[in-house]
Structures are given as structure tokens and as C-alpha cells.
């Protein structure tokens, strides 16, 4: 009872009044000079946002966003913890935040019983949300299998913790009631579900442990990226695991914004019909120039490719190259 006192209290102070007051009129300001995104056969239900702005709207929508950039902030932090394992960049998610303000202030209806505050939280949120699942849509992980990685990890860590070790492949089998080759197999999908960093991720064929095994063995050291042929996040190989089926015949330059160079990049690096992916070394001397060069025009196209549009883009050449 005292809680709803003291909200309805808020409300009627002076100073949310005269917020409200001024959101509104922003608001007002920015509905005026919007103009809605035309359907296209592209595009056949545009975004709000997708819409257009006259000066004087720019003018309040900025505003706006100055008034609210410490929530859109806030918020952008909020989702980055709450999915921690997602690779998109905060500064990313913090546009998707002014993407949520032009929404709210766009729909917000003065008439209703709430605030624009409250507003431009739903629809921040839901801009965040949408960007994340969008990012890191192109890998599906069925329920039960993220089962499987939540108890692999903890199988991980308390034997970390007890034995001040990392446990063996074998361990980790004999813990969670698994067979080795299930225990591969949850590795391999737990490594597309996190960015790893470095391909020294990985375990022997007949289950010594890397770390804390001196002993020589039979078994062969194999990465959790079947194929990785230098460090690379894992967050790359995904993405080129969903191009390799249209990267040789379809993409074609000008598409997805890909130059000829950046397509030749990405061929020889993940898709070189000879002896496999070549080194940045094997690229650069391929092509004239340095392996720095390689380096750095090979994160771009990766880059782009990783964009949300053209990821819905990609998914779309992949669906119609059959």
C-alpha cells in the first residue's frame, strides 16, 4: 500500500510532471515531421525506425536521445551481462538503444497512464533483444544440447576447483555419465556457443590431459575447431561454416557489399579447393601482398558479414542457392 502511495506520490510531484511535459512535447515534435517506410517486395513490413525524419523532428529525436542516453546506456550494459556469452560489440548495442528511443518516441501515445520513461525501456529492450537473437542466429543450439553444455561447464569448473586441474576428456565422461565421443561432441558445440579466442582449446584422442600430462601417448592432440589453422575466434568460424555452401558459386561482388579482394580472401582462407584454408601467409603471397593486409581485410569482410542486414541477407542467398 505505502509502495503505491509513494509511485502515485512521484507521479503528481513537479518534477515528473515537467518531464512528462517535455517528452511530450518532443514526442509530439518528432510524430510530425515522420514519415513511414514504403513497403517493398524487399521489405514487405519495414521497421519503424526504417521511417523517415524532417529537420525539425532530427532536432527533437536528438534531444530526445541526449535526455535518455544514460538509461539507453544503462540498458545496453544490462543486456550485454545478461547474455554474456554474446558476441555483439556494446557500442553495437548501444545504437540498437537510440534505434529503441526513435521507436518510443514514434508510438508514445500521451494520453495513456504511463510515462515515456517506461515507454523507452519496453522498446529499448526489445530493440536489444531482437539485435542479439538476430546476431547470433546463425547457429542453433536445441535445447537439450545447452542441457549438455550447462553440465559439461560445471563438470569443468568444480573439478577445477577440487583438483586445481583441468580434468581430461576421460573425466569429463566418466562425471556426467557420458561416452568420450558424446563428451566430443558436446566440446565441439560449446565451442560454437562461446568465443574461445584460441584454438590451443582441445584434448588428446586417447584422453591425456595437455596441462598436466608429461608422458608421451598415442593419441593425437585435436583442436575443439575440427580444421582451425591458426587462433581465430570461434564467432568467425561460424559465420564461415554458413556461407561455405554459396561462398563458391553465389556470392558474387557487389553483394553483401563484398569487394572481389574480399571475396578472394574468404575463398582461400576457409574454402581453397588444393590442400585446405590457407595460412594469412600462404593468402598474402597468393595475392602480392602482406600478411597484415591479409589480416586486416579479412576481419572487415567478416565484419560485414556478421552485420545483422546482411546476415538476413546471407541467410536468403543460402536458402535460395539449391
Request: glycine share 6%; charged share 30%; hydrophobic share 35%.
Given at each position: 500500500m505505502n509502495e503505491t502511495l509513494s509511485i502515485k506520490e512521484k507521479m503528481s510531484s513537479e518534477e515528473y510532471q515537467e518531464r512528462l511535459a517535455r517528452d511530450s512535447a518532443l514526442c509530439t515534435r518528432v510524430q510530425a515531421g515522420y514519415t513511414p517506410a514504403e513497403s517493398t517486395k524487399e521489405t514487405p513490413r519495414p521497421r519503424i525506425v526504417d521511417g523517415t525524419l524532417d529537420d525539425d523532428a532530427k532536432d527533437a529525436l536528438g534531444e530526445l536521445f541526449v535526455h535518455y542516453e544514460n538509461l539507453t546506456a544503462k540498458l545496453a550494459h544490462k543486456h550485454n551481462s545478461a547474455h554474456n556469452r554474446t558476441s555483439a560489440d556494446l557500442n553495437d548495442l548501444k545504437q540498437q538503444g537510440f534505434f529503441g528511443i526513435y521507436h518510443a518516441a514514434v508510438?508514445?501515445?500521451?494520453?495513456?497512464?504511463?510515462?515515456?520513461?517506461?515507454?523507452?525501456?519496453?522498446?529499448?529492450?526489445?530493440?536489444?533483444?531482437?539485435?542479439?537473437?538476430?546476431?547470433?542466429?546463425?547457429?542453433?543450439?536445441?535445447?537439450?544440447?545447452?542441457?549438455?553444455?550447462?553440465?559439461?561447464?560445471?563438470?569443468?569448473?568444480?573439478?577445477?576447483?577440487?583438483?586445481?586441474?583441468?580434468?581430461s576428456r576421460t573425466q569429463i565422461a566418466d562425471l556426467t555419465g557420458k561416452t568420450p565421443a558424446e563428451v566430443d561432441r558436446i566440446a565441439i558445440a560449446?565451442?560454437?556457443?562461446?568465443?574461445?579466442?584460441?584454438?590451443?582449446?582441445?584434448?588428446?584422442?586417447?584422453?591425456r590431459d595437455r596441462k598436466t600430462t608429461l608422458e608421451a601417448g598415442d593419441?593425437?592432440?585435436?583442436?575443439?575447431?575440427?580444421?582451425?589453422?591458426?587462433?581465430?575466434?570461434?564467432?568467425?568460424?561460424?559465420?564461415?561454416?554458413?556461407?561455405?555452401?554459396?561462398?563458391?558459386?553465389?556470392?558474387?561482388?557487389?553483394?553483401?557489399?563484398?569487394?572481389?579482394?574480399e571475396i578472394e580472401i574468404v575463398k582461400l582462407r576457409f574454402f581453397d579447393e588444393g590442400e585446405g584454408a590457407l595460412t594469412l601467409e600462404e593468402v598474402g603471397r597468393n595475392l602480392g601482398i602482406t600478411r597484415e593486409a591479409v589480416r586486416i581485410l579479412e576481419a572487415k569482410t567478416l565484419a560485414k558479414l556478421r552485420n545483422p542486414r546482411r546476415a538476413n541477407n546471407l541467410r536468403h542467398l543460402m536458402t535460395n542457392s539449391d
Amino acid at each position: 500500500m505505502n509502495e503505491t502511495l509513494s509511485i502515485k506520490e512521484k507521479m503528481s510531484s513537479e518534477e515528473y510532471q515537467e518531464r512528462l511535459a517535455r517528452d511530450s512535447a518532443l514526442c509530439t515534435r518528432v510524430q510530425a515531421g515522420y514519415t513511414p517506410a514504403e513497403s517493398t517486395k524487399e521489405t514487405p513490413r519495414p521497421r519503424i525506425v526504417d521511417g523517415t525524419l524532417d529537420d525539425d523532428a532530427k532536432d527533437a529525436l536528438g534531444e530526445l536521445f541526449v535526455h535518455y542516453e544514460n538509461l539507453t546506456a544503462k540498458l545496453a550494459h544490462k543486456h550485454n551481462s545478461a547474455h554474456n556469452r554474446t558476441s555483439a560489440d556494446l557500442n553495437d548495442l548501444k545504437q540498437q538503444g537510440f534505434f529503441g528511443i526513435y521507436h518510443a518516441a514514434v508510438t508514445f501515445n500521451p494520453g495513456l497512464d504511463t510515462s515515456f520513461t517506461t515507454h523507452a525501456r519496453i522498446t529499448i529492450s526489445s530493440h536489444l533483444t531482437k539485435f542479439i537473437n538476430e546476431h547470433e542466429s546463425l547457429i542453433r543450439i536445441p535445447a537439450d544440447v545447452r542441457g549438455d553444455i550447462r553440465r559439461y561447464g560445471r563438470t569443468i569448473w568444480s573439478t577445477y576447483q577440487s583438483q586445481e586441474r583441468m580434468p581430461s576428456r576421460t573425466q569429463i565422461a566418466d562425471l556426467t555419465g557420458k561416452t568420450p565421443a558424446e563428451v566430443d561432441r558436446i566440446a565441439i558445440a560449446e565451442a560454437f556457443t562461446t568465443q574461445m579466442g584460441s584454438i590451443d582449446e582441445g584434448y588428446y584422442t586417447d584422453g591425456r590431459d595437455r596441462k598436466t600430462t608429461l608422458e608421451a601417448g598415442d593419441g593425437k592432440w585435436r583442436s575443439v575447431v575440427p580444421g582451425a589453422s591458426e587462433m581465430r575466434s570461434v564467432e568467425d568460424d561460424i559465420m564461415v561454416k554458413a556461407i561455405v555452401d554459396i561462398v563458391q558459386n553465389s556470392l558474387q561482388p557487389g553483394e553483401m557489399g563484398l569487394s572481389e579482394r574480399e571475396i578472394e580472401i574468404v575463398k582461400l582462407r576457409f574454402f581453397d579447393e588444393g590442400e585446405g584454408a590457407l595460412t594469412l601467409e600462404e593468402v598474402g603471397r597468393n595475392l602480392g601482398i602482406t600478411r597484415e593486409a591479409v589480416r586486416i581485410l579479412e576481419a572487415k569482410t567478416l565484419a560485414k558479414l556478421r552485420n545483422p542486414r546482411r546476415a538476413n541477407n546471407l541467410r536468403h542467398l543460402m536458402t535460395n542457392s539449391d
